[in-house]
């Protein structure tokens, strides 16, 4: 079952062995072609494309695979055929020998369209470019334009966030969390904060100039017995609940890495 | 129309004697003997008496004379008259005028301590007094390390002002024993908050708080003086009650002491308002293990069971500044020192700047690393 739902793939795999040119260069070590066995960057069984948007899509998946040696892939499907979408992406992956080099480096965002799943995986120098905050941060920019069906725009958005984080991982900062901070914002922050302090700090000292003041209370001179108790009455009347929307975000950073070396973002578009 | 007050004089050699709260003795300025206040007390009751009495027949005299001189037109207005008294000091003759409630004062010429007869006297007689502990050395000393440490004191303060008045006061306080009985109904909550996925979940109990009870206050002191000022004398509490004497003018020489002029109906609602406010802070502590406790109602009903008026030692200091005048106080007793001083409006704006400044570049530095 699993291998007629994605003949599809071979077959297309050995089309764009023919249709993509050789590119070598890359960012630490020269791409060696022989190193990356699948190389349909793009596989559209959902039939989501034209035929002209999926060249485009994996003529660009293409170039950011050669030029930071970690292949980039995108693969839509009619359904999951009850699998989970991780389940699905991590089959793919093993099963087509998938990602560049001895490690499998690379990223795939796999699309299924039965009940709208998608999952990014991440695989080797994937796992290192792409963190669990930067796949989050990835799905934040495409979901919208998924979300309306409009699959180019956001498989367009999705190659573009992985050309930003591949970029920033050859220079040796992965996306992760701060990275998106913005230091205006933050600097406002830091400001509103500071004055705070400083208010606090100066009522303090100003405090300690007028010391005379009427006493509130008589608490020095309650007599020894002190407060004497007749009623003590606590009574539950009511539970209520409340929830708020609030996604997890993680804030020490990094990607977590499951036992066959992949990490994984999934939801709903 | 001056009348005679009591000087308390050294039975060797007729010199002034002086209260020292140090020694708790009465002690000669000229021959430097020292005198038990219960020795001095025996010794002078009867020459006291003999002064209310004289100071009776002196205020009578005094009244004929005001009314004679209101029929001249010559009277001063009844005001002026009501708040004044007038004295010749024993010990050079000069003529004194005192407040009405004066009880305590010294000669301006010759400085001799004096006792007003009669403001102590009956239904005016405190039944008891806290003796000066501290002397007038331990009040400057006390001024002087008050400014210390006040970051936002104008350098100049501490140099160009000067001490213009430092009096050792007796001053009139009533002491109220007082309960306060009712009940208190909270509202209380306890929350608990976890994840759901995607969503937080907030459960709040909601509980139903009731407490009645009662609770006794020992002599709560109010000052009965108008001449004080309520804000210095509340923030220089509390007196340690354990040195509590029954009254004896002979603890008055060498200070200044007045009378009440604020009477115990009037001193109520101050002691009324601290005893709930406590009343309300201790029943408020016995709801405990709840995220929010909020009162919703209560019934308090405030109760006393007398007042006894009592003298307490306060050591006065008034400074100038720049043509302003700067009160203090001291507990003669504990040396508790407050009073208001002035702010460098300079150092104030430096202060607030240098740690906005110094708090920004820690924030950066943070984020940063």
Aim: hydrophobic fraction near 40%.
């Amino acid at each position: 079952m699993k291998k007629k739902l994605f003949g599809f793939c071979a077959a297309l795999c050995m089309l764009m062995m023919l249709v993509f040119p050789v590119y070598a260069a890359a960012e630490d070590a020269p791409f060696n072609e022989s190193e990356i066995p699948f190389r349909t960057m793009v596989t559209d069984n959902a039939d989501l494309l034209t035929d002209a948007e999926e060249k485009e899509l994996a003529a660009k998946a293409w170039d950011l695979t050669r030029t930071y040696n970690c292949a980039v892939y995108i693969v839509t499907l009619p359904s999951l055929e009850g699998m989970e979408a991780w389940e699905v992406t991590e089959y793919l992956w093993t099963e087509y020998h998938m990602g560049y080099g001895e490690d499998q480096s690379g990223v795939m965002l796999m699309l299924s369209m039965e009940y709208r799943d998608y999952d990014i995986a991440a695989h080797g120098y994937g796992n290192v470019a792409f963190t669990d905050y930067g796949k989050e941060v990835m799905a934040e920019r495409f979901l919208p334009e998924l979300g309306d069906d409009n699959w180019y725009a956001g498989l367009s958005i999705y190659l573009d966030c992985c050309g930003e984080f591949l970029e920033l991982a050859a220079e040796g900062t992965p996306f992760d969390v701060g990275s998106d901070s913005d230091p205006l914002f933050e600097a406002g922050i830091s400001l509103v904060a500071s004055l705070v302090i400083a208010f606090i700090v100066t009522v303090r000292l100003e405090a300690q100039m007028k010391t005379a003041k009427m006493q509130k209370a008589a608490q020095a001179y309650i007599d020894q017995q002190g407060l004497v108790l007749s009623v003590q009455r606590d009574h539950y009347t009511h539970t209520t609940r409340s929830e708020r929307y609030d996604p997890p975000k993680k804030s020490d950073g990094g990607t977590t890495v499951n036992d066959d070396g992949f990490s994984h973002s999934s939801g709903k578009f | 129309m001056a009348t005679g007050i009591t000087t308390y004089q050294c039975p060797a050699c007729t010199g002034p004697l002086h209260f020292v709260g140090e020694s708790g003795k009465l002690e000669c300025d000229y021959c430097g003997k020292a005198y038990d206040v219960a020795e001095i007390e025996k010794l002078y009751s009867e020459k006291e008496a003999a002064s209310v009495e004289a100071q009776a027949k002196a205020d009578a005299a005094r009244e004929r004379e005001n009314a004679a001189a209101q029929e001249m037109g010559m009277s001063w207005d009844a005001q002026e008259v009501a708040g004044m008294k007038n004295y010749n000091c024993p010990s050079c003759g000069a003529e004194l005028i005192c407040d009405a409630t004066t009880a305590a004062t010294s000669c301006p010429y010759c400085g001799n301590p004096t006792i007003v007869p009669g403001q102590f006297t009956g239904g005016l007689k405190p039944e008891l007094v806290i003796p000066f502990r501290l002397d007038k050395q331990a009040a400057i000393k006390a001024l002087k390390n008050y400014y210390r440490g006040k970051k936002l004191l104008p350098k100049s303060f501490k140099d160009q002002n000067h001490i213009e008045e430092i009096q050792g006061v007796y001053v009139p306080f009533w002491l109220c024993d007082c309960e306060v009985d009712g009940s208190i109904h909270y509202h209380a909550t306890n929350t608990s908050t976890w994840r759901e996925g995607d969503y937080v979940v907030t459960q709040t109990k909601h509980y139903e708080v009731d407490r009645s009870g009662q609770i006794g206050f020992r002599q709560v002191p109010v000052d009965a003086s108008t001449k004080m000022p309520d804000a210095h004398m509340d923030a220089i509490e509390p007196y340690d009650y354990s040195d509590l004497r029954p009254f004896s003018s002979a603890y008055l020489p060498g200070f200044l002491a007045d009378k009440y002029d604020v009477n115990q109906q009037e001193s109520l609602p101050r002691i009324q308002s601290r005893a709930e406010n406590s009343a309300e802070m201790e029943m408020r502590n016995t709801v405990q293990g709840y995220s929010t406790v909020t009162a919703t109602s209560k019934n308090l009903n405030f109760s006393h069971s007398g007042m006894k008026y009592a003298l307490m030692p306060v050591w006065m200091l008034s400074t100038k500044w720049k043509d302003q005048n700067f009160l203090f106080a001291m507990n003669g007793q504990t040396g508790k020192l407050v009073g208001d001083l002035p702010i460098d409006n300079g150092k104030r704006v430096a202060w607030f700047v240098g740690t906005a400044i110094v708090s920004l570049l820690l924030q950066l530095a943070f984020w940063w690393w």
